[in-house]
């Protein structure tokens, strides 16, 4: 239902928008869309949300000031913006949606129930 994609491998300091595009999203007023990410030997960490509650947005202290989230409701597709990209950003990137009350859980993997592939990404030089 949700299909991610944008991913690849870049510089430290440069930047990559990811997309995260399905059917569910064309309805954000219903549904919370968040980013995740999971890097090798990590847990998944909660990098970003867009949430059905008044368009409210959150942010990881790691990717705060760098990463902006947004949605057009007109393209089913959610993006994340991702800009002076570091090694430490590397992961794989899941996006994920939720019909439920988040905003107290944004950043929670447990609160979303629709999943999409993930789409890799890797900073080196």
């Known amino acids: 239902q949700l299909q991610a994609s944008g991913g690849g491998l870049v510089q430290p300091g440069d930047s990559l928008r990811l997309s995260c595009a399905g059917s569910l999203l064309l309805d954000l007023d219903f549904y919370s869309v968040a980013w995740f990410r999971q890097a090798p030997g990590k847990e998944r960490e909660g990098v970003s949300c867009?949430?059905?509650?008044?368009?409210?947005?959150y942010y990881s202290d790691s990717v705060k000031g760098r990463f902006t989230i947004s949605g057009d409701a007109a393209k089913n597709t959610v993006y994340l913006q991702m800009n002076s990209l570091k090694p430490e950003d590397t992961a794989v990137y899941y996006c994920a949606a939720s019909s439920r009350n988040i905003d107290l859980y944004a950043l929670r993997a447990d609160v979303y129930d629709h999943w999409g592939q993930g789409t890799l990404v890797t900073v080196s030089s």
């Open positions: 867009l949430s059905s509650n008044e368009g409210r947005i």
